[in-house]
């Protein structure tokens, strides 16, 4: 059974940083494609970024410029940089895992809010 469990969040004035972690667990972590989503009251989540079990990285355009996505396999760790954050980045976090194939999953973490205040 694949846990997944995100740290990290918090309150952040308008144009601050934050780190958000992932720490996996119950799973060959090298074998998973992560995922970070977010959902913001009253809307759909949306996939913020994607690293692949090869490395590929997928960005929102909304925060291309602004967050970078990485992976620590040794340590079965997923982050999330996120700088110059704004209002509009206000959500829920979610960390995803993804194993592809007759064996594959889908996991998702309970998240971690990201509150940015104007």
């Known amino acids: 059974q694949v846990q997944l469990v995100e740290s990290g969040g918090g309150l952040v004035q308008a144009g601050g940083s934050l780190l958000l972690s992932c720490a996996a667990s119950g799973s060959i972590f090298g074998r998973d494609d992560m995922g970070w989503y977010r959902q913001a009251p009253g809307k759909q989540r949306e996939l913020v970024a994607l690293i692949t079990s090869d490395g590929a990285q997928t960005i929102a355009d909304s925060v291309k410029a602004r967050f970078a996505i990485s992976r620590d396999n040794t340590k079965s760790m997923l982050y999330l940089q996120m700088h110059s954050l704004k209002p509009e980045d206000t959500a829920v976090y979610y960390c995803?895992?993804?194993?592809?194939?007759?064996?594959?999953?889908?996991?998702w973490g309970q998240g971690t809010q990201v509150t940015v205040s104007s």
């Open positions: 995803n895992a993804v194993r592809r194939g007759n064996s594959g999953y889908s996991a």
